[in-house]
């Protein structure tokens, strides 16, 4: 099976965090359609004729594309697409897009998952953010989403803000978890270069919170959530059983997937390619009739290090039978090696033919990751 991943770099105005290609200019909107659909056509071959079996629509903010330019998409994409067979299709929405008239829109199209950017139920954190819609905003599009049949929700929180406190995010995922969502990913507010919280902090107007409280909110995010029965599956991601995030989760146990739109990433097992992130040259290219991706050939240390950096982040691990198929038995003992000392000390743990990171270990996790990494 494969996926297939959109990027739609259209936003209404640009978060103070947000380090992910997008623009404002939605003149280009109808274009940039146009280009998707051509590349859609010379590239679906990568993939080689596997059935799609997720779609996932991000950004940017997919929301702010015009009904017709999205029906426009779905109906290109009938072209490759059995619906019938393709288990999810996820649209990325901000709350103040989803007013009952857009809402209708989506239903008449196969979207069966909702992605709903949130970010905070504090209006004053959302202030800060720089996001659009309120707190009560929020609350309304998840319910107006609700009652017109969607029952697989997700929605993103940041925690980790400028002088937020651990009751605070304690209210946040109360209000979270009032709303019935199916799941729910929350990520620890970083400072990217080149944004504006960045120069921000630089500036010495914010101050990052310490490690200790974020870890603190993780903590008590993963003990908050599993209590109420949506398990942790990967890092950052929670979900009820059987509401995984099925695309998503294609990243992280090798599927292939082509990537479509201004810097969209594809991966076919052997070969990364990734679009520009500029709109206006991804657009004029495809109008010229060429892709212009970068590609790279993914070594067996390449591959090997992408396994560690997807498969770590995972609950389950790594699959002890199934590497044995793909890497040599050298790169595997120097695998084991290097776990050793953090399996001795907790951090990780093998069980049931899976090598992981442990509850314990997570708060520390990128520093395994990089342990287990090898060097040529």
Not at 83 to 103: A, F, K, M, Q, V
Not at 147 to 156: K, Q
Not at 253 to 280: E, F, K, Q, W
Not at 319 to 327: L, V
Request: glycine content about 6%; proline content about 3%; charged content about 20%.
């Amino acid at each position: 099976m494969a996926g297939i991943y959109i990027h739609i770099p259209f936003c209404y105005t640009r978060c103070i965090y947000c380090d992910f290609h997008s623009g404002t200019d939605m003149s280009l909107q109808s274009r940039y359609i146009d280009a998707v659909c051509a590349e859609l056509d010379m590239r679906i071959d990568e993939i080689q004729s596997q059935p799609i079996h997720t779609l996932y629509i991000g950004g940017g903010t997919p929301s702010q594309l015009a009904p017709e330019a999205l029906s426009r998409l779905f109906t290109h994409l009938s072209k490759y697409i059995a619906w019938g067979e393709c288990r999810e299709i996820t649209i990325e929405c901000n709350p103040d897009d989803l007013s009952e008239s857009y809402i209708a829109h989506l239903r008449t199209l196969p979207i069966n998952r909702i992605s709903i950017g949130i970010q905070s139920f504090d209006d004053k954190d959302l202030h800060f953010l720089r996001r659009r819609h309120s707190a009560q905003a929020a609350l309304d599009a998840i319910a107006r989403c609700q009652a017109a049949g969607y029952n697989n929700i997700s929605i993103d929180l940041i925690y980790g803000l400028p002088n937020q406190t651990l009751e605070a995010w304690d209210r946040n995922i109360d209000v979270a978890l009032s709303t019935g969502i199916q799941h729910l990913s929350a990520y620890a507010l970083i400072y990217e270069e080149g944004t504006a919280l960045m120069k921000l902090k630089e500036q010495g107007l914010v101050q990052e919170c310490n490690d200790e409280l974020s870890l603190s909110m993780y903590s008590r995010l993963i003990d908050r959530l599993e209590e109420a029965g949506l398990h942790r599956y990967e890092i950052s991601n929670f979900a009820l059983p059987h509401y995984e995030a099925q695309h998503n989760s294609s990243y992280w146990n090798d599927t292939h997937y082509l990537g479509l739109g201004a810097a969209a990433h594809s991966y076919n097992g052997v070969t990364r390619r990734y679009n520009p992130a500029d709109t206006r040259a991804y657009i004029e290219s495809l109008e010229q009739g060429s892709c212009c991706y970068e590609e790279e050939q993914l070594t067996e240390l390449d591959r090997y290090n992408d396994m560690l950096l997807t498969r770590l982040r995972t609950r389950k691990g790594i699959d002890e039978a199934n590497i044995t198929t793909h890497f040599s038995t050298a790169l595997i003992n120097y695998m084991y090696r290097m776990a050793q000392p953090h399996i001795q000390c907790g951090n990780m743990e093998q069980v049931d033919g899976y090598l992981r990171i442990t509850r314990q270990g997570l708060f520390i996790s990128d520093t395994i990751i990089s342990d287990l990494f090898a060097v040529e």
